[in-house]
């Protein structure tokens, strides 16, 4: 295994860190850790704080790479983890292990290659200087979820930048099974821009794997509604008119966020405090409704009842609801509107599994750019103030970290 790595110095990480005080509700879970991991975060972490920590540069085992990082985008997510309510819980409702360097959208370039680390691009082992991506979900592969073909759902799932150390680093190791290549952007958009994209490949998939692998797809000349202009939906605005969606009607307050999505391929971009949305939305379809709707918001019990009067009103039969955003709320579903329409209502998580990386970096490479989701690139020692203005801010879209010194 060769090297270009000084170990003689320690790297600099953002690691949030938090206190274990669980709510009177929380009952530990069969694969909680007291003090340390909870697959409930909400209900039990609270002060959630950022530190620049020096760590030690990790050292590839035989199956791992280790990668360089170049750029890594703030998720919503890591938002959430770093945002208290007024009790001071962290927003973000799923699993989570404190202290953790966070940072999960990332790209980054093989600097070391373990013995066995296969390149699914070639078959072989990693080269060095490869450009790469990762998957977020470390899927174990042997439980019954990953069996069945369902990794997103792994039994013993760990996540990046969530219950182990992500990639607000300056170096990150990896096993190559969750390892992509990304030389086929290099050969489109040369290698500023390749690091960009490849920060957006994780996004871009959670999108892909809602609206195509969850959602079922679209047939071209079909209808969607897009309810949130986050990452998540300006993505999946790109890709449902890749796919041939006739109208992409997204909405969203923030007019920056709504001009990004009509730059990536929403057709329509409506704004829900100025407009009626479920009316706007019949409008638009001259009464046909929509056949897909993605829940992007975060808020589903505020948008649910323009849901169902888009579904109640509209004449598309077999519409189907996808939520995607991660939320401790509940929904106030109306079973008729579901059973008279024939309506469906799926949840999404994650982005493994179905081809769905490669896919997505294929369509970038064929021309889907979506690096204008893009907003503001920083170094890594403004990561928390960003964390911190993105809590209110909705201006911006995508914030990266493209200086890790």
Not at 212 to 220: F, H, N, S
Not at 254 to 275: E, Q, Y
Request: proline content about 5%; some cysteine; hydrophobic content about 40%.
């Amino acid at each position: 295994m060769k090297t270009e790595v000084n170990r003689t110095k320690k790297m600099k990480t953002a690691c949030l860190k938090a206190e274990w005080e669980p709510k009177a509700d929380f009952r530990l879970g069969s694969k909680d850790i007291e003090g340390k991991r909870t697959y409930l975060g909400s209900k039990v972490w609270r002060n959630p704080g950022m530190e620049m920590v020096e760590k030690e540069i990790p050292v590839p085992g035989p199956t791992e790479v280790l990668v360089k990082v170049k750029a890594c985008g703030i998720c919503g997510s890591d938002v959430h983890m770093r945002q208290a309510d007024s009790d001071g819980y962290i927003f973000y409702p799923g699993l989570t292990a404190f202290p953790c360097t966070l940072g999960h959208e990332f790209s980054g370039v093989v600097v070391e290659v373990g013995a066995n680390a296969i390149n699914k691009r070639t078959g072989k082992k990693f080269d060095l200087g490869e450009a790469v991506c990762a998957e977020e979900m470390i899927w174990c592969s042997h439980c019954k979820p990953c069996a069945d073909g369902y990794p997103n759902h792994c039994e013993n799932l760990e996540e990046i930048g969530f219950s182990i150390d992500g990639a607000y680093a300056e170096y990150i190791k990896i096993d190559a099974r969750y390892v992509w290549s990304l030389e086929q952007l290099r050969e489109k958009y040369g290698e500023e821009k390749m690091w960009l994209l490849g920060s957006l490949v994780e996004p871009t998939s959670v999108a892909y794997n809602a609206v195509i692998e969850r959602g079922g797809g679209i047939r071209p000349g079909q209808h969607v509604v897009i309810l949130g202009g986050g990452p998540i939906g300006a993505a999946a605005c790109a890709i449902l008119r890749s796919a041939g969606a006739t109208s992409v009607i997204l909405s969203e307050p923030s007019k920056p966020r709504r001009n990004m999505a009509l730059s990536l391929g929403a057709t329509h971009a409506i704004d829900p405090t100025k407009v009626n949305v479920s009316e706007t939305v019949l409008e638009i379809t001259k009464g046909a409704g929509a056949d897909l709707i993605l829940e992007a918001t975060g808020l589903p019990s505020l948008v649910w009842p323009d849901i169902e009067k888009i579904i109640w009103e509209g004449r598309t039969i077999n519409s189907t609801v996808v939520i995607v955003a991660r939320a401790d709320d509940k929904i106030p579903l109306t079973g008729e509107v579901l059973q008279v329409r024939r309506a469906s209502v799926v949840g999404s998580q994650g982005h493994s599994g179905h081809g769905t990386f490669p896919n997505v970096i294929s369509a970038m490479s064929s021309g889907m750019d979506v690096s204008p989701m893009i907003t503001k690139q920083i170094t890594l020692d403004e990561v928390d103030k960003n964390l911190v203005s993105l809590q209110t801010d909705r201006n911006e879209v995508k914030i990266t970290i493209t200086d890790f010194k």
